[in-house]
């Protein structure tokens, strides 16, 4: 997928992977995206996808379960804060 406007890359991933959540694309309890699955998805770097995931966990969409992945929390936010960390 290509990435079009010039807000940073991992603002516009965490919106486009949370709206997923939202929508029910990834329902409660299954797994998000990895770090290399979204690298290869959406073109971005290695730290621009960890920047992604740990966004996600910081807004409440996501918990992480080491050596198995990061999973769709049972109640996702529903108008939760959309990248609230500071841009780059």
Known sequence: ?????NRPRWRQVHEIISARIKDGTYPPGTRVPSVVQLQGEFN???VTAQKV???LRADGFVYTEPGMGSFVVDQPPADGPEGGESAD
């Open 1 to 5: 997928m290509e990435l079009a406007d």
């Open 44 to 46: 971005i770097a290695n």
């Open 53 to 55: 995931h740990r966004q």
